[in-house]
T-cell receptor
Framework: DAGVIQSPRHEVTEMGQEVTLRCKPISGHDYLFWYRQTMMRGLELLIY????????DSGMPEDRFSAKMPNASFSTLKIQPSEPRDSAVYFC??????????FGPGTRLLVL | GESVGLHLPTLSVQEGDNSIINCAYSNSASDYFIWYKQESGKGPQFIID?????DKRQGQRVTVLLNKTVKHLSLQIAATQPGDSAVYFC???????????FGAGTRLAVHP
């Protein structure tokens, strides 16, 4: 099993630009989670999907953030427009049994 | 509100010693707990989990203890090795909810 795949691994962009992060969950997993990790706030859940449907987006910081899951093998997290305070590591995780979440390697985002 | 906290932000041990990482949780309804290990530049990696109907579970060199009376969780690592150096997170989940609530993390530093 390839595990959760995220791309890009690193992203450097300028304030105001659109950023799109991508995730491929583990095959057969029906839950997908997007997290953000910073030194100040730790690991925060942004949104999660079940069977491609967003279930809880209460962690999404503001309207600049949006997430989609068009099919069972692909999800995107978009930030538009990006701001320096969005700089963080963004993780995608997936699970099949609603409990043990398996994390991807993360995307390190730097907004200048 | 729900929260998971850690008593020690940094733990330094000698190679070969046993390590104990502690975690306190506040939600008495939490019925599932997980320990993750995060190495620098990587995503959290599942180590071991435990359900609330158990008070101890063992893995390879790791043991998780759960004390529901005082809402305390611990991770014991036997014969700590340099490769165990990482940040360790505990996480909890309440039945019926699919969110994992993560603690702040404890950094384990193993010295030769």
């Amino acid at each position: 099993d390839a595990g959760v795949i995220q791309s890009p691994r690193h992203e450097v962009t300028e304030m105001g630009q659109e950023v799109t992060l991508r995730c491929k969950p583990i095959s057969g997993h029906d839950y997908l989670f997007w997290y953000r990790q910073t030194m100040m706030r730790g690991l925060e859940l942004l949104i999660y999907f079940n069977n491609n449907v967003p279930i809880d987006d209460s962690g999404m910081p503001e309207d600049r953030f949006s997430a989609k899951m068009p099919n069972a093998s692909f999800s995107t997290l978009k930030i538009q427009p990006s701001e320096p305070r969005d700089s963080a590591v963004y993780f995608c995780a997936s699970t099949r049994n609603q409990e043990t979440q398996y994390f991807g390697p993360g995307t390190r985002l730097l907004v200048l | 509100g729900e929260s998971v906290g850690l008593h020690l932000p940094t733990l330094s041990v000698q190679e070969g010693d046993n390590s104990i990482i502690n975690c306190a949780y506040s939600n008495s309804a939490s019925d599932y707990f997980i320990w993750y290990k995060q190495e620098s530049g990587k995503g959290p990696q599942f180590i071991i989990d435990i359900r609330s109907n158990m008070d101890k579970r063992q893995g390879q060199r790791v043991t998780v203890l759960l004390n529901k009376t005082v809402k305390h969780l611990s991770l014991q690592i036997a014969a700590t090795q340099p490769g165990d150096s990482a940040v360790y997170f505990c996480a909890e989940k309440a039945g019926g909810y699919n969110k994992l609530i993560f603690g702040a993390g404890t950094r384990l530093a193993v010295h030769p």
